[in-house]
């Protein structure tokens, strides 16, 4: 635990301490690293992660892919024996086709509106002078940086996780295989949907559609492993997630998740709520961190 003056840099910018110790924030003085040990969160979220806008479009596409890997799977292997149990509820093969294409009709046009609006709101923060690099999900080379200290931290060779922004590498990893999947499932699935219309792009269009066939099943698939052993077990089957992050409902985190793997983006929270602000001093004052005169 570093409480002594000895681990406190003297710093008076906003920044971590050599060794990774603290981190200044003004107004606030010398976070020690290890504090999310001790705030208190609620369990359904404290601090702001996702705007109500961003909740919509992800509740949109986790329902949209549920019901198209329900529908589509089984549609794929009609002639295995668990696909017609499947098929059932949704009224047989032919209803389940048409719920099939009616779901990628709403999940093609909420990507195209997310892409939209990516392009969109990058233009007008870089025209406002407000874009960052390190805000987006862009990959850099601080990710491998991360992955690098992270790896040491786990085997126990770090003391403490690295300053991660408001999307670390395994955000941005989750979101590089959902585009990828979603263009070749798109682009498979309109070849296998309109053959004529796409037989004009391809050079070989029986080709294509016998290997759009193949990739549509696989792809699909590789996302639903993808989801179910990875994305979701990353997001709510760890320790201290489990049974269910609420994030991906209320738009909010706990501090002590942004705290430990969102750090940056905890520090920019901080400069844009003075009650927070309050509240990380009392928590710091309360265990020994600071006195009623300032930083021990």
Request: with cysteine.
């Amino acid at each position: 635990m570093t409480t002594s003056s000895e681990t406190v840099v003297k710093s008076a910018n906003d920044s971590p301490a050599e060794g990774g110790n603290t981190h200044y924030v003004k107004g606030v003085g010398h976070i020690p690293r290890d504090i999310y040990k001790y705030v208190k969160s609620n369990p359904l979220g404290d601090m702001p992660r996702y705007s109500i806008h961003i909740v919509i479009q992800h509740l949109v596409v986790f329902l949209t892919f549920l019901v198209l890997a329900a529908t589509g799977l089984p549609l794929h292997f009609g002639d295995l024996f668990w696909a017609p149990l499947i098929l059932s509820p949704f009224g047989g093969p032919d209803s389940a086709r048409v719920i099939h294409w009616t779901a990628a009709f709403i999940m093609v046009t909420a990507s195209v509106y997310h892409l939209g609006t990516i392009i969109l709101g990058t233009l007008y923060k870089v025209q406002n002078k407000k874009f960052h690099l390190l805000h987006t999900q862009i990959p850099t080379l601080k990710d491998l940086q991360d992955i690098k200290h992270d790896i040491r931290y786990f085997l126990g060779k770090e003391r403490y996780r690295p300053e991660m922004g408001k999307f670390m590498y395994k955000q941005k990893l989750h979101y590089l295989a959902i585009i990828w999947g979603t263009c070749v499932l798109v682009v498979a699935g309109s070849t296998l949907l309109f053959p004529e219309t796409m037989s004009n792009f391809w050079p070989n269009p029986r080709f294509a559609q016998d290997l759009a066939r193949l990739m549509h099943a696989d792809e699909a698939i590789m996302a639903a492993a993808v989801i179910v052993f990875w994305h979701w077990s990353n997001v709510h089957l760890v320790p201290g997630r489990f049974p269910f992050q609420w994030t991906v409902l209320t738009g909010k985190i706990t501090r002590e998740h942004q705290i430990e793997e969102h750090f940056l983006e905890y520090v920019d929270n901080l400069k844009e709520m003075p009650a927070e602000r309050e509240y990380l001093r009392s928590v710091m004052k309360e265990k020994g961190y600071m006195t009623e005169g300032g930083e021990r």
